[in-house]
């Protein structure tokens, strides 16, 4: 796994998190400990973690609204969010990875599965935590659009978490194949991980989800799209082992059934 630049864009304002952990804003670039305590024994349980289909951040009514994504995710207030259908710039397109991560002043880390001069589209992260190190794994099969997982070590005060960000394709082939390579990856001793996004998946036992749920246990699936009135349970969150997960749930607030055509799903994570 290789290292990566994380970009964190404080704020100057202090979450309701840091005002707990002692945490508070010390000037427009960093953060200072107002207590004298090793990280390792800060506690970051229970987190709150989401992942959300961003849809390129044009909403049910067709209207382009980074912003409108933006407040959505600070209703949401997680730790980590995995995102998907993210406009990463380029000539002739908004970066709204960079809008995001200015409004939310989250670390951010990027998971480009297309790439031009032109467009640069694909997952991120957006992290309360650094981010110490990332890979892109390829998902992609034959002619489809390419498809990837944004792979993200996380040091949450010392407790190491590994997050994985997907978007899976819109073929049942196309899933299984995608999912046996994501499952050649969680083939490690590194724990806990995390899996999060867009799985594509409108069968409640498609053999692809019975494959992840052998290796992740069992895990609420509620139904996130289409945002106006859900049907479909296309986001997942997993994670192992499976008792840290404390509960899951849908954000359904007013602006989130229109910013994007997915609503967020949300989870809390115990240590």
Not at 19 to 25: C, D, I, R, T
Request: glycine share 6%; net charge neutral; with cysteine.
């Amino acid at each position: 796994m290789s290292t990566t630049a994380s970009h964190p864009t404080p704020t100057g304002k202090r979450s309701p998190r840091q005002a707990q952990h002692g945490v508070s804003a010390h000037s427009d670039t960093e953060l200072v400990l107002t207590a004298d305590v090793p990280l390792h024994n800060l506690d970051p349980w229970p987190l709150k973690v989401a992942t959300y289909n961003i849809h390129g951040a044009r909403g049910t009514d067709g209207l382009f609204s980074p912003g409108r994504i933006a407040r959505v995710l600070q209703e949401i207030d997680a730790d980590i969010l995995a995102l998907q259908e993210v406009p990463l710039g380029g000539a002739s397109q908004v970066d709204v990875l960079a809008l995001l991560r200015e409004a939310t002043g989250l670390f951010a880390v990027e998971g480009p599965t297309l790439q031009s001069p032109a467009r640069r589209y694909g997952n991120a992260v957006l992290s309360r935590y650094p981010v110490l190190a990332t890979q892109n794994i390829d998902l992609s099969f034959g002619s489809r659009e390419p498809r990837g997982a944004l792979d993200a070590d996380i040091d949450c005060h010392g407790h190491m978490l590994r997050v994985i960000a997907t978007h899976l394709g819109l073929k049942p082939a196309e899933r299984r194949a995608q999912i046996k390579r994501l499952l050649q990856a969680f083939d490690t001793d590194q724990a806990p991980v995390i899996l999060m996004g867009d799985v594509n998946e409108w069968f409640m036992w498609g053999r692809a989800l019975r494959w992840l749920v052998s290796h992740f246990e069992a895990a609420p699936a509620p139904r996130t799209f289409p945002s106006r009135w859900p049907l479909f349970a296309l986001d997942r969150i997993w994670i192992s082992p499976r008792q840290r997960l404390l509960q899951v749930h849908v954000h359904r607030s007013p602006l989130a059934r229109v910013a994007s055509d997915h609503l967020p799903l949300v989870a809390h994570i115990d240590g």
